[in-house]
Nanobody, 116 residues
Framework: QRELVESGGGVVQFGGSLRLSCAAT????????MSWYRQAPGKQRELVAI???????NYGDFVRGRFTISRDNAKYTTSLQMNNLKPEDTAVYYC??????????WGQGTQVTVSS
């Protein structure tokens, strides 16, 4: 079975925090880079953060130290801790699994809404 299941989205006030989680099966987690993307209404999907199989990370410029991506290789999960949330962070957040030469996988998405 190959699937990604996100959880942790919701409604939060300006300046609040949320923690998103993505549960994967072994087949689409080990040796793979795991990412979070987001898509706001009327906008293109954009990279929020990536954590590679070797543990290195990169973030979108808009993150500016507010978010932290992590992975638990024993539990096949990746998480995104989001602090100091702003209304412009409102979007559907997607988990993504990739490995060069292999198929990519997307989760179904989880809604994050930040009220002002």
């Amino acid at each position: 079975q190959r699937e990604l299941v996100e959880s942790g989205g919701g409604v939060v006030q300006f300046g609040g925090s949320l923690r998103l989680s993505c549960a994967a099966t072994n087949l689409i987690f080990k040796h793979r880079d795991m990412s979070w993307y987001r898509q706001a209404p009327g906008k293109q999907r954009e990279l929020v953060a990536i954590i590679r199989s070797d543990g290195t990370t990169n973030y979108g410029d808009f993150v500016r130290g507010r978010f932290t991506i992590s992975r638990d290789n024993a539990k096949y999960t990746t998480s995104l801790q989001m602090n100091n949330l702003k209304p412009e962070d409102t979007a559907v957040y997607y988990c993504f699994s990739e490995r060069e030469g292999y198929a990519d996988y997307w989760g179904q998405g989880t809604q994050v809404t930040v009220s002002s």
